[in-house]
T-cell receptor, first 112, second 114 residues
Framework: AQTVTQSQPEMSVQEAETVTLSCTYD???????LFWYKQPPSRQMILVIR??????QNATENRFSVNFQKAAKSFSLKISDSQLGDAAMYFC?????????FGTGTSLTVIP | KAGVTQTPRYLIKTRGQQVTLSCSPI?????VSWYQQTPGQGLQFLFE???????NKGNFPGRFSGRQFSNSRSEMNVSTLELGDSALYLC?????????????FGPGTRLTVT
């Protein structure tokens, strides 16, 4: 079964601080992609960061970085220097092929 | 370049009716996927189309169907609506539809079944 688990339904962080969102997945595939998507209150989902499973190096995109632990099937998102605009629902997603499997999301609140 | 558009944005239907939702992908994108988003279940994959062919299908009843046209536009149809079909329906398009491709999401259609 392909499942994605986000164990933190809600998280909060002080502005300018760092927060880490957790994601684990279950798969028997050896090659796949992992994504973090952000869904602000306006509801348009946008890609935050992407990781290819066969790449050892963790992906980074400006203030966003991941900690990808393939053996542990863990894919956490670290947001550094949090900004008010980072407040949103964050979804972890996994795809071994064209179908995406999403976690249930983590709602991030940024406290001014 | 225009983003993914979905019409209508909001829809209210009665149990037993049917509904058709439309999705126009980003120009040049050939893959279109549909998702149902509810507070309890999160995002659940409905189906994916690539070049007018359904490539993947999620675990939804046959009341949910879709199609893709030659211009990559896609429609999703739900027949015999049930209260539990109330959800945000998201469409996402991708350039190639392969596993590494980013999916670009539309704003969604909010369906309320009464």
């Amino acid at each position: 079964a392909q499942t994605v688990t986000q164990s933190q339904p809600e998280m909060s962080v002080q502005e300018a601080e760092t927060v880490t969102l957790s994601c684990t997945y279950d798969t028997s595939e050896s090659d796949y992609y992992l994504f973090w998507y952000k869904q602000p209150p306006s509801r348009q989902m946008i890609l935050v960061i992407r990781q290819e499973a066969y790449k050892q190096q963790n992906a980074t995109e400006n203030r966003f970085s991941v900690n990808f632990q393939k053996a542990a099937k863990s894919f956490s998102l670290k947001i550094s220097d949090s900004q008010l605009g980072d407040a949103a629902m964050y979804f972890c997603a996994y795809t071994p092929w064209g179908q995406f499997y999403f976690g249930t999301g983590t709602s991030l609140t940024v406290i001014p | 370049k225009a983003g993914v558009t979905q019409t209508p944005r909001y829809l209210i239907k009665t149990r037993g009716q049917q509904v058709t939702l439309s999705c126009s992908p980003i120009s040049g994108h050939r893959s279109v996927s549909w998702y149902q988003q509810t507070p309890g279940q999160g995002l659940q994959f409905l189906f994916e189309y690539f070049s007018e062919t359904q490539r993947n299908k999620g675990n939804f009843p046959g009341r949910f169907s879709g199609r893709q046209f030659s211009n990559s536009r896609s429609e999703m149809n739900v027949s015999t609506l049930e209260l539990g079909d109330s959800a945000l329906y998201l469409c996402a398009s991708g350039l190639r539809g392969d596993r590494g491709s980013e999916q670009y999401f539309g704003p969604g259609t909010r369906l309320t079944v009464t």
